[in-house]
């Protein structure tokens, strides 16, 4: 029969200290990294969504650019989007909308800012 070192016991429970000091953080940044993931491609569909509405809304027969900026505005609001900037831009035949935004971020990486722009044609009445 073997007598047990003292010693070997020891380095098995220092070994997985060692694992469980890089392996939980390694798994924290992950689940982090994917949260984030999570919140920037939603604040980018809220942006996508809110200036298409507006562009619907500023391309009618008697479009409005406020009321646009407005419906705009709710939505990305609603969907998380802080800091948010409108731009309307109405020519003869087509509406643009661009918006830039801040979205809900935990750790800003370059991501803290969505742009979408949604551009349409305007409504024309014509004879028949």
Do not use: C
Request: aromatic share 4%; net charge positive; no cysteine.
């Amino acid at each position: 029969m073997m007598a047990r070192s003292p010693v070997g016991g020891r380095e098995r429970g220092l070994t997985n200290s060692l694992q469980f000091a890089v392996i939980v953080p390694a798994l924290m940044l992950a689940t982090f990294g994917l949260i984030q993931a999570g919140l920037w491609l939603h604040a980018r569909n809220v942006a996508a969504e809110a200036v298409t509405a507006a562009a619907d809304v500023a391309r009618s027969y008697d479009g409005d650019p406020s009321a646009a900026t407005q419906a705009a505005r709710r939505i990305a609001v609603v969907g998380g989007l802080t800091d948010v900037r409108l731009t309307v831009s109405q020519q003869p035949r087509s509406v643009s909308v661009t918006m830039v935004a801040k979205p809900p971020v935990i750790f800003d990486l370059g991501l803290g800012r969505i742009t979408e722009t949604a551009t349409a044609p305007v409504e024309r009445v014509t004879t028949p």
